[in-house]
C-alpha cells in the first residue's frame, strides 16, 4: 500500500466516522424536540414551540421560571462569546492570522465571570424545571449533568406540570 492509498482509506474512514456522528447527533436532537414538545404540551404550550432553537430555551423559561430570567441568560451567554472572541492577541503573518496567547485581562475576567453566570443559570433552570414538573432536587441534579436522559423522562415519563415554584 502506497501513501497515497493510505491518505485515501484515512480520509475515507475519517469521513465515514463523521457522517455516522451526524447522525447519531441527528438523532439525538430529534428525540430532545420530541420530548420537550410533550414537556411543553404538558404545560399547556404548543409543541411546535420546541423545533425553533432559541424560541425553545425561551418557552421553557416562561413555562418555569420567567421570561426576565431568559434575557438575562441569554445576555450573558452573548457577553461570554464575545469576551472570548476578543480576548487573544491576533498578529497577521502573510496569509495567516496567528493567536499569540498574550490575550486581554480584562476580557478574559469578564468572560470568566459570564461563564460562572450561565453555569447559575443553569442549575438554576435545571432546579426550577424539575421543580415545576414535580420532581425534586435530585432530578434537578440529573438534568444538569445528564439532560438528554432526563428531559426525555420528564417528556415521555408520568411527570405532570404543576407551574412554576418559587
Do not use: H
Request: charge should be neutral; glycine fraction near 10%.
Amino acid at each position: 500500500m502506497n501513501d497515497t492509498t493510505a491518505a485515501a482509506v484515512g480520509v475515507g474512514f475519517i469521513a465515514g466516522s463523521m457522517v455516522i456522528l451526524m447522525l447519531i447527533c441527528f438523532v439525538l436532537y430529534v428525540l430532545m424536540v420530541i420530548a420537550q414538545w410533550k414537556m411543553f404540551v404538558k404545560a399547556g404550550e404548543p409543541g411546535w414551540k420546541a423545533i425553533i432553537p432559541v424560541y425553545n430555551t425561551y418557552t421553557l423559561y416562561e413555562i418555569v421560571w420567567d421570561t426576565r430570567a431568559f434575557w438575562i441568560y441569554l445576555a450573558t451567554c452573548a457577553l461570554y462569546f464575545v469576551c472570548t472572541a476578543f480576548s487573544g492577541a491576533y498578529v497577521v503573518e502573510g496569509n495567516q492570522i496567528l493567536v499569540t496567547g498574550q490575550g486581554n485581562f480584562i476580557m478574559d475576567i469578564i468572560g470568566f465571570a459570564a461563564s460562572i453566570g450561565m453555569l447559575i443559570f443553569m442549575v438554576m433552570s435545571s432546579v426550577k424545571t424539575a421543580l415545576a414538573y414535580g420532581k425534586g432536587i435530585v432530578f434537578a441534579l440529573g438534568l444538569l449533568f445528564l439532560p438528554n436522559i432526563f428531559t426525555l423522562i420528564l417528556g415521555f415519563g408520568d411527570a405532570r406540570y404543576q407551574g412554576p415554584q418559587i
